[in-house]
C-alpha cells in the first residue's frame, strides 16, 4: 500500500479496516507521504519516504507518529505537518532518517541508491551527505523511465534496511546483557559476599556465591579482550574470591587449591594490563601483593620452590616499582618483601641462600630511615651466620646492632621495647663468645642482657614476655657461669630459672612451648646440683623434670642438645637413688 509500485489515484488514504468511499483506495497512513495524503502527484520521493518511516521504526521501536488514540484527521495533520522526533540512535543516523521524512519531496534523498549510499557511508565511519543538506533531483527523469530498475533497487534497499536493524538491535542486546552481567558479578563478589562474610553460619552460603561468582567471571573473562577496565575489575574479583577461599590471613573456606586457580587467574589479567600498560603501578602492587599470598598458600602446601619463587618475583615486581616510583612507601615496601624472603630461606635452612638474603635486605634498610629494622637485619644476618660456623662475622653483626639499639635506649631510656631490643644483641652476643670459649665475656654479655630484661619485667608485672625472657637469661647465664668456673653462681642462677618458669607454665599450662621451658629449666637445675654432689636437690629436680617432660604432646620439636639432656635424665635419676641410698 505504499510507493510508486502500488500508487492508484486517490483523494484522501484511511485506515485498513476502515469503510471506505466509493474510488478511495486502502492506504497505511503510519507509512503515507505527506504528498499522498493531500492527494498530490506521486514520486520516487514517496518511496524514500516510506523507506524512511521502516528505518525508522527499526532504529527507534516505534513510529514516527503516534497513532494510538489519535483521530484520522489528528495522524494526517502530524503527518503533513509535524517534525517527527529523532530516533535517538545516532547523529549521523538520525539525520539520515530525517532527511528521508522531510515534508517537501524536493528536501528528501533523490532516490533510494542515494539514501542507500549515505547509510553505506555511515557504515563506513564516512561523513555522511544528510549532515550538509545539499539532496537534489538530478535522476527524477531517470527514474521515471526506469521505474522497474527502482522498484528492484528499493527491495533491495529495503532488504539492507531490515538485516541492518536486525544486526545493530542483536548488537545492543549483546552489549546490554554483557553489561547486565558485569554488573550483576560485581554485585555478587564486592557486595553480596561481603555483606554476609562476618554473619555466624555463613560458611554455606559463602561457598555457594564463591561458585557462582566463578561462573559469572570465568564468563565475563573469555569476552573481555582488549579492555583493560574490565581486566582489572575481574582481577580484583578473582583476588577477593581467592581470598575468601583460602586466604589463610582471614576467615576463609578451606580451599587452597581453589584460592591457588582464583590468584593464578588474577595474576594472570594483571599481567596483561601490564603488558599493556607498563607504567600501571596499581597493577603492579597487586600482582606483588597475591604473589606474597600465594608463596605463603604454596609453603604451607609444602611446595617450598614454588613458594620462593613466587616471593622472587614479587621482589622484582617492587623493585621494578621503587625504580619508576622511588617513594620511600615503595622503598619500604621492597625492604619488607626482602626480608619475608631472607626469613622464607631460613626456615627453608637454606643457609648460603638465607645469608645472602639477610645481606640485601640489610642494604635496602640501610638506605631507609628505620634504625630498628637496620639493627634487626643486622641481628638475623648474624643467627644465619652463626648457622654457617662464621662467629666472628657474626659477633660483627651484633656489635653494629647493638650499637644502633643503645643509641635508641639513650633518645628514649625508659622504653620497654628498646630495653628488650638491646637486650636480644646481648644475648645472642653472649651465645657467639660462649662457641669461640670466650666464657667471660659470655657471662659479661648475658648479665646485661638480665639487668635490662629485669627492669622491663619489674616495670610491668603482667608482661610475661619479659618474665619469660628473664627466666631465659639466668638459664643461659647458668651455662655460661658453669664453663666460666663458677659452679656456686651457675647454681643460684639455674634455681631462680626455674623458678621463674615453673610461675609462667602456672600462669598458663595449656602453653605447651612453657611446659617445655620449664621442664628443661628444671633438668639444667639438677645437672648443677648433681655437679655439686647435691643428690637429694637433683633428685627432686631431675624428678619434676621427668614428669612435666610426660605431659607434653609428643609433637613437641626438641634441639639436639635438649633431646641429649632429657635422654639422660633416667640414668641420673638412678645415680642420684644410688648415692643416697649409700648415705649412712
Request: hydrophobic share 40%; charged share 25%.
Amino acid at each position: 500500500d505504499m510507493g510508486v509500485t502500488g500508487v492508484q489515484t486517490c483523494a484522501l488514504p484511511i485506515f485498513e479496516g476502515e469503510t471506505t468511499h466509493s474510488g478511495t483506495p486502502l492506504l497505511t497512513p503510519t507509512y503515507a507521504s505527506p504528498e499522498q495524503v493531500r492527494g498530490e502527484h506521486l514520486t520516487t520521493s514517496t518511496d524514500v519516504y516510506s523507506l524512511g518511516v521502516i528505518l525508522y521504526e527499526l532504529l527507534s521501536d516505534r513510529l514516527p507518529y503516534a497513532s494510538e488514540g489519535q483521530s484520522l484527521f489528528q495522524l494526517w495533520t502530524a503527518v503533513c505537518e509535524r517534525t517527527p522526533a529523532p530516533p535517538g540512535v545516532t547523529t549521523d543516523l538520525d539525520s539520515i532518517v530525517l532527511m528521508a521524512l522531510r515534508k517537501e519531496p524536493g528536501q528528501r534523498y533523490p532516490s533510494v541508491e542515494a539514501f542507500q549510499s549515505d547509510l553505506e557511508l555511515y557504515l563506513a565511519g564516512r561523513p555522511v551527505r544528510a549532515r550538509q543538506g545539499n539532496a537534489l533531483y538530478r535522476l527524477r527523469r531517470f527514474v521515471v523511465r526506469h521505474k522497474w530498475a527502482v522498484t528492484a533497487a528499493a527491495a533491495t534497499f529495503l532488504a539492507a534496511c531490515l538485516a541492518f536493524g536486525v544486526i545493530w538491535r542483536q548488537e545492543r542486546l549483546a552489549e546490554l546483557r554483557f553489561q547486565q552481567l558485569r554488573q550483576f558479578a560485581r554485585s555478587v563478589v564486592f557486595e553480596l559476599h561481603d555483606s554476609i562474610e562476618e554473619l555466624p553460619g555463613s560458611t554455606a552460603a559463602r561457598k555457594l556465591l564463591v561458585q557462582r561468582s566463578l561462573q559469572y567471571l570465568r564468563s565475563l573473562e573469555a569476552s573481555s579482550g582488549r579492555d583493560l577496565s574490565l581486566k582489572w575489575e575481574l582481577a580484583e574479583a578473582y583476588k577477593r574470591i581467592g581470598d575468601a577461599q583460602g586466604n589463610t590471613a582471614r576467615a576463609n573456606l578451606g580451599d587452597s587449591a581453589g584460592a591457588l586457580d582464583s590468584y593464578a587467574r588474577a595474576r594472570g589479567l594483571l599481567r596483561g594490563i601490564i603488558a599493556a600498560d607498563e607504567g600501571n603501578l596499581p597493577a603492579r602492587n597487586t600482582l606483588e601483593e597475591l604473589d606474597r599470598t600465594c608463596a605463603d598458600i604454596l609453603w604451607d602446601r609444602g611446595r617450598q620452590g614454588e613458594s620462593l619463587a613466587l616471593q622472587r618475583e614479587a621482589i622484582e615486581i617492587l623493585r621494578q616499582v621503587a625504580q619508576r616510583n622511588p617513594t620511600l612507601p615503595a622503598r619500604k615496601t621492597l625492604a619488607l618483601a626482602q626480608w619475608n624472603l631472607a626469613t622464607s630461606l631460613t626456615r627453608a635452612q637454606d643457609w648460603p641462600a638465607a645469608a645472602h638474603a639477610w645481606e640485601q635486605t640489610l642494604a635496602l634498610y640501610e638506605s631507609l630511615p628505620v634504625r630498628r629494622n637496620i639493627a634487626l637485619s643486622h641481628k638475623r644476618l648474624a643467627s644465619v651466620y652463626m648457622k654457617q660456623n662464621r662467629t666472628p662475622e657474626a659477633v660483627a653483626q651484633l656489635r653494629a646492632a647493638e650499637q644502633i639499639d643503645r643509641e635508641s635506649l639513650s633518645a628514649a631510656p625508659a622504653s620497654p621495647e628498646a630495653k628488650m631490643d638491646l637486650s636480644f644483641d646481648l644475648s645472642d652476643l653472649g651465645l657467639a663468645f660462649f662457641v669461640l670459649d670466650r666464657y667471660q665475656e659470655a657471662v659479661a654479655s648475658y648479665e646485661g642482657a638480665l639487668a635490662l630484661r629485669r627492669e622491663v619485667a619489674t616495670a610491668d608485672p603482667n608482661d610475661y614476655r619479659a618474665r619469660t625472657s628473664v627466666g631465659h637469661s639466668l638459664d643461659r647465664l647458668a651455662v655460661a657461669y658453669q664453663s666460666a668456673g663458677n659452679l656456686p653462681a651457675a647454681t643460684r642462677s639455674a634455681r631462680e630459672a626455674a623458678t621463674i618458669l615453673a610461675g609462667v607454665r602456672a600462669h598458663d599450662p595449656a602453653n605447651q612451648q612453657s611446659c617445655k621451658e620449664a621442664a628443661l629449666a628444671l633438668a639444667r637445675l639438677g645437672s648443677l646440683y648433681r655437679a655439686s654432689a647435691d643428690w637429694r636437690g637433683a633428685l627432686d629436680a631431675y624428678q619434676r623434670a621427668a614428669a612435666q617432660l610426660a605431659e607434653l604432646h609428643t609433637g613437641m620439636s626438641f634441639t639436639e642438645e635438649d633431646k641429649r639432656r632429657i635422654a639422660g635424665i633416667p640414668a641420673a635419676l638412678e645415680e642420684c637413688r644410688r648415692n643416697l641410698s649409700l648415705r649412712p
